[in-house]
Structures are given as C-alpha cells and as structure tokens.
C-alpha cells in the first residue's frame, strides 16, 4: 500500500512534509495542549502551548489567526488559574497580533473583550472600560460602521440599519460587548451613558438571541428601571447631548 509512487505514500510524505513547516508543528502542539488540559494535565499543558507560541512567534509564515487563537487559549488558561496579570499580557499581544490583519476582527474583539474582563477583575474599571470601547469600535466597525474622526458617543457605537442585518452571532458578539460596558457605567452609576449603551445592546441582543429570550427579556425590564434613575433632560439639554459625549 505504501510502495514507491503509490497515493496512500505520496499522500504520507505530504503530511511529513507539512508537520516540517513550524506552525504545523506548532498546532499539533496547541492539540496536545487541549488534550492535556482535558486531563487535567495543566502543568504539561502550559509547556505544551508555550512551546507551541515560541514556533510560531518565531515564524514569519505563521497564520495570523492560528497565533491568535492559541495566544487568547493561553490567557484563558492562566486566567483559570489565578494569574490574571500574566492573562491579561498575553490577551494584549493577541489583541496586538490580531489588530495587524485585516481579516481578523472577531478575534481582536475577543480578545479586547478578554482583557477587560480580567482587567475588571483586578479592580481597574477605568482599564476595563477604555479596553471595552476599543473592543465596541473593532465591534461596530466589525458590522459594517466604521468610525469617524470627531464623532459623538451616539455617532461612534449607535446601533441602526445594516448592523441589525448581520447574522445572530455576529450581533450577539457585539451586542455582550455593549453589555458589558453597559454594566461598568451602572456600577459606576452614570445611569445616562449605562442605558445609552442597555438600549444598544438590547438590539443587537434581540437580534442575535431572538426578543423572548430570557436574558433578553430580563434585560429590557432591568434598563427600564435603571432609566428611572438617568437624569432628566430639557428639550435644550437633550439637543447639546447629541452633540457632545456624556460625561
């Protein structure tokens, strides 16, 4: 079966070629890694993943995306453990990695996402809030709205038209994003700026769950109340806001 020149030999020589190239090499790792974490292998995994980022950081020809993809596993990993500085490092080079090409903006938002949440962890809401509006911007530039030099708040993250199109998990992406800044601005009570971003995130929410999901649902009746507490607005202060960023 395996004779000179037969296809099931071309086709083994073929994969003993490909696991030459470093990233291969590096994949099969992260794989290992996986298994490994699934066993509860957590010390082997760590060495198997880092092993697996050492070949491809020093790869030219890695693909973007499979670096990514192992960087925020790592993250995640020593996120589970207790370690969210170094969570958070490796969130921030997967972010770095991801913002270089054009054809990963999931992955960039994901992984702006990850490091605000660790960032919130360790107490630095301001952090986490900064990090989550630039994961809102690669977010809404995601589905179709790119931004604008001189935008208010309403222009650079308000949710319409084309980007309640996008398909339910593209929207539910986003729209957790907008939840989760949400909920900054509520515990920090800036009620006005968290039900700017509740509303927006009920709509790309809607959209991705469907408006009879129970978070969704829950959602509405929870911003309802919270726009109780929003400061009232004069016909004249409601115009400069549209204008101007709240504060």
């Known amino acids: 079966a395996l004779g000179e020149g037969s296809p099931a030999r071309a086709a083994a020589e073929a994969a003993v070629n490909a696991l030459r190239r470093d990233h291969d090499v590096a994949l099969a790792r992260a794989t290992h890694a996986d298994a490994l974490e699934l066993l509860g292998k957590s010390g082997d995994a760590e060495t198997e993943r880092r092993r697996a980022l050492d070949g491809l950081r020093g790869d030219a020809d890695a693909p973007c995306g ?6 925020l596993k790592e993250a995640a990993a020593l996120e589970k453990r207790g370690d969210a500085a170094a969570a958070i490092s490796v969130a921030s080079e997967a972010a770095d990695v991801a913002a270089r090409s054009t054809r990963e903006p999931v992955r960039l938002v994901k992984a702006l996402a990850l490091r605000a949440r660790l960032e919130d962890s360790l107490g630095r809401s301001d952090a986490a809030a900064a990090t989550l509006e630039d994961a809102l911007a690669a977010g809404v530039a995601f ?105």
């Open 66 to 71: 499979t670096l990514v993809t192992i960087l």
């Open 143 to 247: 589905l179709g709205k790119p931004a604008a030099a001189g935008e208010t708040l309403d222009e650079r993250f308000g949710v319409a038209g084309p980007m309640l199109k996008r398909p339910p998990a593209e929207a539910s992406l986003v729209g957790n994003l907008f939840y989760e800044r949400g909920l900054l601005a509520d515990q920090d009570r800036d009620y006005r700026r968290a039900v700017f971003f509740y509303d927006n995130a009920l709509l790309l929410l809607t959209r991705g769950r469907g408006e009879n999901a129970p978070f969704v649902m829950r959602l509405a009746k929870e911003v309802e109340v919270i726009r109780k507490k929003a400061p009232k607005k004069g016909k004249a202060a409601a115009m400069a806001s549209s204008k101007s960023v709240p504060n």
